[in-house]
T-cell receptor, first 110, second 113 residues
Framework: EDKVVQSPLSLVVHEGDTVTLNCSYEVTNFRSLLWYKQEKKAPTFLFMLTSSGIEKKSGRLSSILDKKELFSILNITATQTGDSAVYLCAVMDSSYKLIFGSGTRLLVRP | ETGVTQTPRHLVMGMTNKKSLKCEQHLGHNAMYWYKQSAKKPLELMFVYNFKEQTENNSVPSRFSPECPNSSHLFLHLHTLQPEDSALYLC????????????FGPGTRLTVT
Protein backbone atom coordinates (compact mmCIF):
# COMPACT_ATOMS: atom_id res chain seq x y z
CA GLU A 1 0.00 0.00 0.00
CA ASP A 2 1.31 3.44 -0.90
CA LYS A 3 2.18 5.63 2.07
CA VAL A 4 3.74 8.96 2.95
CA VAL A 5 5.16 9.51 6.43
CA GLN A 6 6.06 12.90 7.84
CA SER A 7 8.13 13.69 10.90
CA PRO A 8 8.04 15.16 13.38
CA LEU A 9 4.28 15.30 13.90
CA SER A 10 4.63 18.62 15.69
CA LEU A 11 7.37 21.08 16.43
CA VAL A 12 7.64 24.19 18.59
CA VAL A 13 10.47 26.66 17.91
CA HIS A 14 11.32 30.29 18.59
CA GLU A 15 11.48 33.03 16.00
CA GLY A 16 14.80 32.99 14.20
CA ASP A 17 15.33 29.26 14.53
CA THR A 18 15.89 27.01 11.51
CA VAL A 19 13.66 23.97 11.11
CA THR A 20 13.85 20.85 8.97
CA LEU A 21 10.71 18.89 8.19
CA ASN A 22 10.98 15.33 6.88
CA CYS A 23 8.91 13.34 4.44
CA SER A 24 9.54 9.72 3.48
CA TYR A 25 7.48 7.74 1.03
CA GLU A 26 6.73 4.32 -0.37
CA VAL A 27 4.77 4.86 -3.55
CA THR A 28 4.74 2.30 -6.34
CA ASN A 29 4.62 4.65 -9.33
CA PHE A 30 6.23 7.87 -8.19
CA ARG A 31 5.84 10.93 -10.39
CA SER A 32 6.60 13.90 -8.14
CA LEU A 33 6.56 15.13 -4.54
CA LEU A 34 4.75 18.25 -3.40
CA TRP A 35 4.83 20.39 -0.28
CA TYR A 36 1.84 22.42 0.88
CA LYS A 37 1.31 24.86 3.77
CA GLN A 38 -2.07 24.73 5.53
CA GLU A 39 -2.73 27.64 7.87
CA LYS A 40 -6.46 27.69 8.42
CA LYS A 41 -8.23 25.73 5.73
CA ALA A 42 -6.98 25.73 2.15
CA PRO A 43 -3.58 24.10 1.65
CA THR A 44 -1.41 26.43 -0.41
CA PHE A 45 1.21 25.08 -2.77
CA LEU A 46 4.89 25.53 -1.91
CA PHE A 47 7.04 23.26 -4.08
CA MET A 48 6.92 20.43 -6.57
CA LEU A 49 10.00 18.20 -6.83
CA THR A 50 10.56 15.67 -9.56
CA SER A 51 14.34 15.29 -9.80
CA SER A 52 16.80 14.15 -7.13
CA GLY A 53 19.34 16.53 -5.72
CA ILE A 54 17.98 19.76 -7.19
CA GLU A 55 17.13 22.23 -4.47
CA LYS A 56 14.11 24.44 -4.89
CA LYS A 57 14.07 27.75 -3.02
CA SER A 58 11.49 30.37 -2.29
CA GLY A 59 12.66 33.03 0.12
CA ARG A 60 13.45 31.38 3.45
CA LEU A 61 12.00 28.06 2.35
CA SER A 62 13.86 25.39 0.45
CA SER A 63 13.30 21.75 -0.35
CA ILE A 64 15.17 18.85 -1.87
CA LEU A 65 14.28 15.34 -2.98
CA ASP A 66 16.27 12.10 -2.74
CA LYS A 67 14.67 9.51 -5.01
CA LYS A 68 17.20 6.85 -4.08
CA GLU A 69 16.48 7.05 -0.36
CA LEU A 70 12.81 7.98 -0.95
CA PHE A 71 12.60 11.12 1.12
CA SER A 72 12.39 14.87 0.97
CA ILE A 73 13.12 17.67 3.42
CA LEU A 74 11.66 21.12 3.76
CA ASN A 75 13.87 23.71 5.41
CA ILE A 76 12.72 26.99 6.84
CA THR A 77 15.42 29.42 7.97
CA ALA A 78 14.99 32.44 10.26
CA THR A 79 11.48 31.31 11.18
CA GLN A 80 8.76 33.87 11.82
CA THR A 81 5.44 33.56 13.66
CA GLY A 82 3.73 33.65 10.26
CA ASP A 83 5.37 30.34 9.42
CA SER A 84 3.16 28.64 12.02
CA ALA A 85 1.04 26.17 10.07
CA VAL A 86 0.64 22.52 9.19
CA TYR A 87 3.07 21.51 6.44
CA LEU A 88 1.78 18.74 4.21
CA CYS A 89 3.86 16.46 2.03
CA ALA A 90 2.17 14.63 -0.85
CA VAL A 91 3.39 12.24 -3.51
CA MET A 92 1.85 12.22 -6.96
CA ASP A 93 1.63 8.82 -8.59
CA SER A 94 1.54 7.94 -12.26
CA SER A 95 -2.23 8.51 -12.42
CA TYR A 96 -1.75 12.03 -11.02
CA LYS A 97 -3.29 11.02 -7.68
CA LEU A 98 -1.91 12.77 -4.59
CA ILE A 99 -1.15 10.64 -1.53
CA PHE A 100 -0.78 12.85 1.53
CA GLY A 101 1.14 12.46 4.76
CA SER A 102 -0.38 13.41 8.11
CA GLY A 103 1.45 16.71 8.19
CA THR A 104 3.85 18.42 10.57
CA ARG A 105 2.31 21.07 12.82
CA LEU A 106 4.83 23.88 13.29
CA LEU A 107 4.39 26.53 15.96
CA VAL A 108 6.81 29.46 15.96
CA ARG A 109 6.80 31.39 19.24
CA PRO A 110 7.80 35.08 19.37
CA GLU B 1 -7.55 33.30 -2.87
CA THR B 2 -6.58 30.34 -5.03
CA GLY B 3 -9.35 30.65 -7.61
CA VAL B 4 -11.29 27.77 -6.07
CA THR B 5 -14.38 28.64 -4.02
CA GLN B 6 -16.51 26.41 -1.85
CA THR B 7 -19.91 26.90 -0.27
CA PRO B 8 -21.08 26.68 2.37
CA ARG B 9 -18.03 27.23 4.58
CA HIS B 10 -19.74 25.62 7.56
CA LEU B 11 -22.59 23.11 7.66
CA VAL B 12 -24.34 21.37 10.51
CA MET B 13 -26.75 18.63 9.53
CA GLY B 14 -28.68 15.83 11.14
CA MET B 15 -28.27 12.23 10.11
CA THR B 16 -31.55 12.23 8.18
CA ASN B 17 -30.91 15.44 6.24
CA LYS B 18 -29.91 15.83 2.62
CA LYS B 19 -27.51 18.61 1.74
CA SER B 20 -25.04 19.50 -1.00
CA LEU B 21 -21.57 21.00 -1.02
CA LYS B 22 -20.57 23.17 -3.96
CA CYS B 23 -17.19 23.88 -5.48
CA GLU B 24 -16.37 26.26 -8.31
CA GLN B 25 -13.02 26.90 -9.96
CA HIS B 26 -12.14 29.95 -12.03
CA LEU B 27 -8.79 28.70 -13.29
CA GLY B 28 -9.74 26.97 -16.52
CA HIS B 29 -8.72 23.59 -15.13
CA ASN B 30 -10.12 20.31 -16.36
CA ALA B 31 -9.62 18.08 -13.34
CA MET B 32 -11.47 18.47 -10.02
CA TYR B 33 -11.18 16.55 -6.77
CA TRP B 34 -12.96 16.01 -3.46
CA TYR B 35 -10.88 15.32 -0.36
CA LYS B 36 -11.85 14.58 3.22
CA GLN B 37 -9.68 15.86 6.09
CA SER B 38 -10.48 14.37 9.49
CA ALA B 39 -8.73 15.27 12.72
CA LYS B 40 -5.29 13.70 12.99
CA LYS B 41 -5.62 11.82 9.69
CA PRO B 42 -4.04 12.52 6.31
CA LEU B 43 -6.03 14.17 3.57
CA GLU B 44 -8.01 11.39 1.89
CA LEU B 45 -8.87 11.52 -1.78
CA MET B 46 -12.56 10.76 -2.34
CA PHE B 47 -13.35 11.44 -6.01
CA VAL B 48 -11.60 12.61 -9.17
CA TYR B 49 -13.25 14.09 -12.24
CA ASN B 50 -11.39 14.63 -15.51
CA PHE B 51 -13.29 16.55 -18.18
CA LYS B 52 -16.52 15.96 -16.21
CA GLU B 53 -15.97 12.19 -16.16
CA GLN B 54 -15.44 10.44 -12.87
CA THR B 55 -12.14 8.61 -13.02
CA GLU B 56 -11.62 7.74 -9.38
CA ASN B 57 -13.88 6.64 -6.56
CA ASN B 58 -11.69 5.85 -3.60
CA SER B 59 -14.06 3.33 -1.96
CA VAL B 60 -16.33 6.10 -0.74
CA PRO B 61 -19.69 5.08 0.83
CA SER B 62 -22.74 5.67 -1.34
CA ARG B 63 -24.10 8.25 1.11
CA PHE B 64 -21.65 10.60 -0.65
CA SER B 65 -22.68 11.25 -4.24
CA PRO B 66 -20.58 13.52 -6.48
CA GLU B 67 -21.79 15.44 -9.50
CA CYS B 68 -19.76 17.34 -12.08
CA PRO B 69 -22.02 19.14 -14.56
CA ASN B 70 -19.12 20.94 -16.25
CA SER B 71 -15.38 21.44 -15.80
CA SER B 72 -15.86 24.45 -13.52
CA HIS B 73 -18.37 23.07 -11.03
CA LEU B 74 -18.32 20.12 -8.67
CA PHE B 75 -20.93 19.08 -6.13
CA LEU B 76 -20.96 16.60 -3.29
CA HIS B 77 -24.45 15.46 -2.38
CA LEU B 78 -24.83 14.17 1.15
CA HIS B 79 -27.60 11.99 2.60
CA THR B 80 -28.06 9.89 5.74
CA LEU B 81 -24.59 10.73 6.98
CA GLN B 82 -23.03 9.41 10.19
CA PRO B 83 -21.34 11.43 12.95
CA GLU B 84 -17.97 10.02 11.85
CA ASP B 85 -18.44 11.83 8.53
CA SER B 86 -17.86 15.11 10.36
CA ALA B 87 -14.73 16.58 8.79
CA LEU B 88 -13.34 19.32 6.57
CA TYR B 89 -14.23 18.64 2.94
CA LEU B 90 -11.80 20.18 0.49
CA CYS B 91 -12.21 20.66 -3.21
CA UNK B 92 -9.23 21.01 -5.53
CA UNK B 93 -8.59 21.52 -9.22
CA UNK B 94 -5.67 21.15 -11.59
CA UNK B 95 -4.84 21.20 -15.28
CA UNK B 96 -5.11 17.82 -16.94
CA UNK B 97 -2.48 15.75 -18.61
CA UNK B 98 0.62 16.79 -16.75
CA UNK B 99 2.37 16.83 -13.43
CA UNK B 100 0.74 19.94 -12.02
CA UNK B 101 0.03 21.01 -8.48
CA UNK B 102 -3.54 21.01 -7.27
CA UNK B 103 -5.17 24.24 -6.11
CA PHE B 104 -7.39 23.87 -3.07
CA GLY B 105 -10.52 25.68 -1.99
CA PRO B 106 -11.08 26.83 1.60
CA GLY B 107 -13.15 23.81 2.47
CA THR B 108 -16.52 23.14 4.08
CA ARG B 109 -16.44 22.29 7.77
CA LEU B 110 -19.19 19.66 8.13
CA THR B 111 -20.65 18.57 11.46
CA VAL B 112 -23.11 15.69 11.52
CA THR B 113 -25.25 15.55 14.66
Amino acid sequence: EDKVVQSPLSLVVHEGDTVTLNCSYEVTNFRSLLWYKQEKKAPTFLFMLTSSGIEKKSGRLSSILDKKELFSILNITATQTGDSAVYLCAVMDSSYKLIFGSGTRLLVRP
Amino acid sequence: ETGVTQTPRHLVMGMTNKKSLKCEQHLGHNAMYWYKQSAKKPLELMFVYNFKEQTENNSVPSRFSPECPNSSHLFLHLHTLQPEDSALYLCASSPLGGSYEQYFGPGTRLTVT
